[in-house]
């Protein structure tokens, strides 16, 4: 069976294009991403295709991933690494593993952003060569978004000079304390600090949880690996469950960068309440960016997938049936996508590299006014991406048809690894909540102007913008009339939501709808603003770009994420049938014309989308055929142990038929 | 940790209430389901608590699925289970056995529906008492829901009286044949007859795949296991791929009810061309009664552990937490989806029934005349039905927060084996494609007189029904209302359908919302139907029903499946407003009043919905830590074969700091 892929366009490096540095975010990133990939690509350990992690037991699959964590560590040692090359190798594995990139993150930017200079000068040394393994113990298993609540308790012993951590009930269990269960030492666990039976809510205390020499628990420390996940889900990734008998440790271990607790049981209130937002906000910015890759690259498997696939004719005459990806079915589901995760990855770094600048700065300045504003920003992000990356991953799954269902596809591990994403980090309904409630309070107050992600409140309060003349198809594609389409939408949602909040009413549903209302509208302006340079520099790409731009501008509002969106823009009959009109229009334009450019210039690898729907070197035929059935664990002689079994149950009959005749007999005998 | 769930109301045994028996469809079910639960739940071989099958390699998991499925059989044979026993017996083990239901039916049906007498008499016994093990191949590689263009022949060969089955491609591998890549011995096989080079297109021919006594592969058959499914989903089916290798089987094994081949070649046509819908209708039949159910289990899961679950106070003053159903961001997503679960039971029950007892009629009667009404009905049907559960069992994951996320939640098995449904036994943006087509032929010809579920059509053809007055939030109420929205909403649809396809447009991403809208006044109408008797005979749980019936109504016009049908109901803001007020009274009054009751007499039990979240006899919170994380393979001792490594890995920095020193060393004596 020859290979007959030679005209299917998948890399198997990484292809330097002016377009594809763009997209991928500039020239350092691209590179980092290119040196990354030839790193993971080409040794053994990190193969996607040498282990079927979803066909073995689940303790194997993270054995693999914890030999993969030991062999980054060691090139992130030996060849130097940054912290952000670090993450992204991880992250290039898709595997989750122990070290995974978030839990990384969370645990050196606690250290760094908490700890006193002089508790930094000790651990950050250890956690940078990993001389210990760190992880973040937050979440309980009684309580997830209301941290307030947190049960675990830091007693300080004054007669000791030592915080007593412990769980006093099973409601205060640590849970899903990723890289718990087996794999860290030290955590950071967040407990309510206790001072002569006062109070003083939750503070930070690092927490020593397994001996360095043995990797057993620490005495008092009692911790579970969790079990499996729904999906299949995040095999590297080893949580865990952790209860604290009365663990002691000394009082140098309470992060005391803010607050503090003197020798003699004195306590040094914070100088700033808000630094509190910190930790989440850094791990929310980080997803902003990377949410969208995740669906880029299932937009990529469905791209090269269903551009293969053939099924049925268009046209009765046609000899060769037609390609999947030219029916309205496949196109309308994939390039919105394709335009959507553009939008995040391209708005998302904005963010995230916004943030992070912020970040750097106010460590030195302690200048914290525009954390609310980052925190807006981080939130809506968050809720954002995630909603529309596992909504797409899915999608795209569904639009390959029957064999997006197989493993192989890796749709199923990349749904896995994203849908956790709604309620992890803030289950999406309640901190979407949050975006609603500031907009609320500046309304009210008056006070957008201090909070860019706001800014358009100041439009909708100056009331009634006239209705602008929507007459054609192309009257749509106008920046300025899908602005008016987009805030007078938001304009009717937030006037609803300011009733319903007068009225009493419990608003914790349709917050949802506002929030990726007022995202919708943050990150097309985002978008658009990110337009006005390339027209500026005349850039090669402008139209591409453009095409992207507007195929996602109209999607969003003529394919909004909740029918109460729909109901929130009312248009006539005219102008709905135009705005589909244009819609459709753009979709076809972008799949004539840009499509395939678009797809090269992102230009994932092979080892990148971990397909077999999308192979450099075989069809997703030959790679289903190879790889899912004759290489299967269960193929052939490989399960002979129980044809025995199964020739006997075939036989079952006789016996059950002789025994009944038997019976029979008996009785009619007696 | 005492336990704290004696208030939680979740049966270890059905319980035997008037409205539960109303809901299971009636005493005879409900009676098998009691029998079916109380033989499993018993039975050590069935426990879903002794192993824990995400955590264990997937050919461990169908081992233990297999040894189910002769345990199994072993009842049957013993008992004398009907075929309807035997199949439900298996759904209760929700673990998709190698016997898997479908299969097992649609194998027995083809033998019944398409065999002659005298190949009946031999191979029905033989099937009934499993001395074979059937399957049914149909799809390949390279083609699904396109049946015409398999690639598959028969060949008849005249001088020896028999047919050569031929796999000529790759692409015709046969592929996805479910409880064919370990277990099966003979596959009903759909291939291309030839008769002297003359293609008489698909038929089915009966091919013995593996020798009965070893279980080997017959000559010239080639087999494999297909490889893990997406999310660990149907652990317990060998799927295969299959091919053919020149397979001689004699010209007695081509199904020969319909048309057939005599000893010199002779083609004799058959009297019905209808009888090829049979086999896919015959699924689909079982599905629409079916999946319903899957999604009520779900929403019973999610309601006990959001019942349990405490986050946040709604007022600050509480001394307790608020109990997390109580929020509208869960009532609004669980409350709904009980009702579409209790329409899509309810009505698909009456789909399921009418069309068997339709079968039992035909097949004397050889009267085809109402199978076009039925195709359309369980298409319709198979559509409506998996895409209102798929989404639902996920939308009840995420309302229960990062505790849904763990495997032992249950959400993730019933996602995996319910989605998968979107894609097989037709692809739904394909299939759902045959009810616009059929709407638009029977509008245009006006012959929808023929077939009930397109009467709608004709009140559509009549024109504009008169706008009627909607001035209060309980005009919604009233079904003649309700009727006249989705009536106009569906017109609008159906218009724009025919304009679309006038002008050449390809309409088969827009389908989709049609046949979504077109089975939402289908089901409403149904489930209007069902109340009139309860309501002649003064029914005991008439006002729970009411309920449901209100909500179900309210949420599909309220929130619909997709934007699009939003658009097309076009109201004026105040009705908006009311409908929106009447939605979310309609869901406050179930959830105040009939809520409890309703779960009640459906009354799952801890083993039907097999989640930790909802035991009989722990609280979630005792079942995740004693199941999920004590209990996991991964916790404690169990990985201490990697212990080693993971303290080596810590000191790692040492060596290559040294050897840089070293090296440094060297460098600079040089």
Redo the contacts between chains.
């Keep these: 069976?020859a290979s007959s892929s030679l005209d299917r366009n998948i890399p198997v490096d990484p292809i330097d294009t002016p377009f594809g540095v763009f997209l991928w975010g500039g020239r350092e990133k691209f590179d980092r991403r290119r040196d990354i990939h030839q790193e993971l690509s080409s040794n053994p350990i990190f193969s996607k295709t040498a282990v079927?992690l979803?066909?073995?037991?689940?303790?194997?699959a993270?054995?693999r991933a914890?030999?993969q964590?030991?062999e980054l560590?060691?090139l992130k040692?030996?060849r130097g690494w940054s912290h952000t090359h670090f993450r992204e190798a991880i992250r290039m594995t898709d595997n989750m593993l122990p070290t995974q990139p978030q839990r990384f993150r969370i645990f050196m930017s606690n250290l760094d952003r908490q700890m006193s200079d002089e508790q930094k000068a000790i651990w950050i040394p250890k956690a940078e060569?990993?001389?210990?393994?760190g992880s973040y113990a937050q979440?309980e298993?009684?309580?997830?978004?209301?941290v307030r609540?947190l049960e675990t308790t830091a007693t300080f012993d004054k007669q000791t000079d030592e915080f007593v951590i412990d769980s006093p009930t099973?409601?205060s269990?640590k849970?899903?304390i990723g890289t718990t269960?087996?794999?860290a030492?030290h955590s950071i666990v967040v407990a309510k600090l206790l001072i002569d039976g006062k109070n003083y809510g939750n503070h930070l205390f690092l927490t020593q949880i397994r001996e360095?020499?043995?990797?057993?628990l620490m005495p008092g420390v009692e911790?579970?690996?969790?079990?499996?996940?729904?999906?299949?889900?995040m095999l590297g990734t080893?949580n865990?469950?952790q209860r604290f008998h009365n663990v002691r440790i000394p009082r140098s271990q309470m992060l005391a960068r803010n607050a503090q607790v003197l020798r003699d049981g004195t306590y040094i209130e914070p100088k700033n309440q808000k630094h509190s937002y910190g930790s989440m906000v850094t791990v929310r910015a980080i997803m902003a960016e990377i949410t969208g890759w995740d669906l880029l690259k299932a937009v990529a498997v469905c791209y090269h997938y269903t551009r293969y696939r053939?099924?049925?004719r268009?046209d009765k005459s046609q000899q060769i049936?037609t390609t999947v990806i030219d029916?309205?079915?496949v196109?309308?589901?994939l390039i919105p996508l394709l335009a959507k995760g553009t939008a995040l990855v391209l708005v998302g770094q904005n963010v995230t590299r916004g943030y992070d600048e912020y970040t750097a700065k106010n460590l030195k300045t302690g200048d914290f006014s525009q954390l609310e504003d980052f925190h807006l920003q981080t939130v809506g992000a968050k809720v954002y991406s995630t909603e529309i990356t596992s909504h797409g991953v899915?999608t795209c799954?569904?639009?390959c048809?029957?064999h997006?269902?197989?493993?192989?596809?890796g749709?199923?591990?990349m749904?896995?690894n994203t849908?956790?994403a709604?309620?992890?980090e803030g289950?999406?309904?309640?901190i979407g909540q949050q975006v609603p409630r500031a907009i609320l309070k500046h309304y009210k107050n008056k006070t957008e102007g201090s909070l860019p992600s706001l800014s358009y409140l100041t439009t909708i309060r100056q009331g009634e913008s006239p209705t602008p003349t929507i007459d054609s198809e192309t009257d749509w594609l106008k920046p300025e009339i899908q602005q008016w389409a987009l805030e007078k939408r938001l304009a009717n949602m937030v006037q609803a939501h300011i009733e319903d909040t007068a009225a009493g009413?419990?608003?914790?549903?349709?917050?949802?709808a506002l929030t990726m209302a007022h995202s919708d509208f943050v990150y097309w302006r985002g978008f658009r603003d990110l337009l006005q340079p390339l027209q500026h520099e005349k850039s090669a790409f402008l139209d591409q770009i453009t095409a992207l731009f507007q195929v996602f501008s109209l999607s969003i509002l003529?394919?909004?994420h909740?029918?109460?969106?729909?109901?929130a823009l009312?248009?006539s009959?005219t102008q709905?049938r135009s705005l589909?009109a244009a819609h459709d229009a753009a979709v076809e334009d972008l799949a004539t014309n840009h499509l395939a450019g678009i797809i090269e210039a992102y230009g994932f690898t092979s080892y990148e989308m971990d397909s077999a729907l999308a192979r450099a070197d075989r069809t997703p035929?030959?790679a289903?055929?190879e790889?899912?059935?004759?290489?299967?664990?269960?193929?052939?002689d490989?399960?002979?142990h129980?044809?025995?079994?199964?020739?006997d149950?075939?036989?079952?009959?006789k016996r059950?038929e002789a025994a009944k005749a038997h019976k029979g007999d008996m009785q009619a005998k007696l």
Tied chains: 1, 2.
């Design positions: 069976m079927v979803p066909s073995i037991a689940r303790k194997d993270w054995t914890a030999y964590a030991r560590i060691r040692l030996e060569r990993f001389e210990i393994f979440t298993l009684g309580h997830g978004s209301n609540d099973l409601s269990t849970y899903w269960g087996v794999w030492t360095l020499d043995t990797q057993r911790i579970y690996e969790l079990g499996p996940k729904a999906f299949q889900g080893d865990g469950a053939k099924q049925f268009k049936e029916y309205a079915s196109k309308q589901r899915e799954r569904i639009a048809g029957g997006g269902y197989h493993a192989l596809s749709f199923g591990r749904y896995a849908a956790n709604l309620t992890y289950d999406n309904y309640v009413k419990d608003t914790s549903y349709t917050c949802h003529h394919n909004p909740h029918p109460s969106m729909a109901q009312p248009l009959y709905q589909r035929y030959e289903l055929f790889e899912g059935a004759k290489n299967s664990e269960m193929s052939g490989k399960m002979k129980l044809f025995e079994m199964m020739v149950t075939r036989q079952l009959w059950i």
